[in-house]
């Protein structure tokens, strides 16, 4: 027997959640699926899944030698990677956990902060996540993947949480948490753990969070126009 769930005010229903939230969440991890299935999909019209993703990383991963003398492949595309990278993943793995811990985090977050909030932190931390690789990686390897964008958002929840309870431990423990969980991946994964997007995309999504709370503040103190 299910709960049945009416919108109410707001465009919540009675149980918390913002529909058009969930769809937010379901765009964004449909815009992370979509290249996947398309690499995956390759042989049936007899592609090579291989040189796919070699393409599709060419075209669209973070490459630090654009922001240099590399030659684009095309107008811009050292900007735009600051967020294509995030679309793409190394397979199914990477994308599966990615996308369950985009699911969760943004499930978290929705209720409190709304659809455009969400959109927005998560932006700023994929764009975050692309500057902590161009100014703490060396060397020359592409990266992709949106874990950059999903630290974000667990910087964006924390901060989210400290707001509400101010007591020090709630900023501490999941930071020394995210921090060892990073430490593990880097030793299991022999160093090939773009660590630098993670923090990036942590400190901006934190940031993000602080200013999109003390924006709405100001927003509530302003008074109704005529």
């Known amino acids: 027997m299910s709960a049945r769930e009416e919108t109410g005010a707001g465009g919540q229903t009675e149980t918390g959640r913002d529909p058009a939230g969930v769809w937010l969440l379901v765009t964004l991890i449909a815009l992370c699926v979509l290249p996947e299935l398309v690499i995956r999909a390759a042989p049936l019209w007899g592609g090579a899944p291989d040189r796919l993703r070699r393409l599709a990383e060419g075209y669209f991963a973070f490459w630090p030698g654009l922001l240099w003398d590399w030659r684009p492949n095309y107008p811009f595309q050292s900007l735009a990677m600051f967020v294509t990278y995030s679309l793409l993943h190394t397979g199914l793995w990477h994308l599966g956990l990615n996308m369950l811990t985009l699911w969760s985090l943004g499930r978290a977050l929705i209720d409190d902060i709304g659809q455009g909030r969400l959109a927005a ?58 921090i060892a969980m990073n430490v593990v991946m880097y030793w299991v994964m022999g160093g090939w753990l773009a660590w630098q997007t993670h923090l990036g995309g942590f400190l901006a999504g934190g940031l993000a969070m602080m200013a999109a709370m003390r924006l709405g503040r100001r927003s509530a103190r302003r008074p109704p126009g005529a």
């Open 121 to 178: 932190v998560y932006l700023v931390s994929a764009v975050g996540g692309g500057l902590g690789y161009a100014l703490l990686g060396s060397g020359t390897q592409p990266m992709v993947g949106a874990s950059g964008a999903l630290f974000g958002l667990a910087g964006a929840l924390i901060w989210d949480q400290w707001t509400q309870e101010r007591q020090l431990r709630v900023l501490v423990v999941p930071t020394l948490l995210l």
